[in-house]
Nanobody, 122 residues
């Protein structure tokens, strides 16, 4: 019912910025909280941040103050703005639909995109 496609990944230097987008299809996008997760090689999937259907945000401590999530319900789009990036930010980034923006648990999220690779060079 809901399909998600991430885009905007690529190579960026440490200290630089990158903007990821998540495009959603379906008629119920505005009813979902949207989460961003990332997964580095050999690591478990990690919560990055989430946004409620109204725009309230919640971030992991590792990215708080550097990353910002926004959404445009009119265009079924969620954005992850990443600033002052670090090598530790290197991972595949995923967006997903969720029941609440306060959840950090991947199992609470239902629809997932294919992911987009982000590589930070140092």
């Amino acid at each position: 019912q809901v399909q998600l496609v991430e885009s905007g990944g690529g190579l960026v230097q440490a200290g630089g910025s990158l903007r990821l987008s998540c495009a959603a299809s379906g008629r119920t996008f505005s009813t979902y909280a949207m989460g961003w997760f990332r997964q580095a090689p050999g690591k478990e999937r990690e919560f990055v941040g989430a946004i409620s259907r109204y725009g309230s945000t919640y971030y992991a401590d590792s990215v708080k103050g550097r990353f910002a999530i926004s959404r445009d319900n009119r265009n079924n789009m969620v954005t992850l703005q990443m600033n002052r990036m670090k090598s530790q930010d290197t991972a595949v980034y995923y967006c997903a639909t969720g029941p609440t923006y306060t959840s950090r648990t991947p199992a609470d999220y239902s629809n997932w995109g294919q992911g987009t690779q982000v590589t930070v060079s140092s």
